[in-house]
């Protein structure tokens, strides 16, 4: 019986995530849910890295793109008052880590800021998705969450 407990569990590690929906909420709004579909449906991009050598490329959809289904001010408008907002990615983890929303917004930023939901052409797997938030530019992925869960966007106080 151990070792087909085993088995299994080896083979859902090494399976693609199970799709889920993403939260995006907004402070002083009603939060966003996002489907698989609906972000399949989003602007997408390709992010690469370079881990221990060897690059890998991450495909997804725009976190912009998410952000203004959602209601967050964007392009030409973002500016001021609005440049005062976080964005909290938060994973299943328990891993949380924080951008500026201005460096979310291809008005400030060239490199995209993707819902990655492919690596390598291939769908995530366990360890990573259903969804992983890279920062295309960054030298490292320190901030990219995986197993992201949802999406908030605040005023920082």
Do not use: C
Not at 56 to 79: C, F, H, P, W
Not at 108 to 127: E, M, S, W
Not at 140 to 151: A, D, E, I, K
């Amino acid at each position: 019986m151990r070792p087909l407990l085993l088995a299994a569990l080896i083979t859902f590690a090494a399976s693609p995530a199970l799709a889920q929906d993403l939260k995006v909420t907004v402070q002083g709004r009603d939060s966003l849910v996002l489907t698989p579909a609906d972000l399949q449906a989003l602007p997408r991009a390709k992010a690469t890295f370079t881990a221990h050598g060897k690059p890998i490329t991450y495909e997804g959809a725009l976190l912009n793109a998410a952000l203004k289904q959602a209601g967050v001010v964007s392009g030409d408008r973002l500016m001021g008052r609005y440049l005062n907002q976080v964005v909290v990615a938060k994973g299943s983890d328990g891993f949380t880590a924080s951008y500026s929303l201005g460096e979310t917004d291809p008005i400030y930023r060239t490199n995209p800021v993707i819902i990655a939901d492919r690596k390598d052409g291939q769908p995530l797997d366990a360890k990573e998705g259903p969804y992983r938030l890279v920062v295309d530019g960054d030298l490292r992925p320190g901030r990219s969450v995986r197993m992201l869960t949802s999406v908030e966007v605040k005023a920082v106080q």
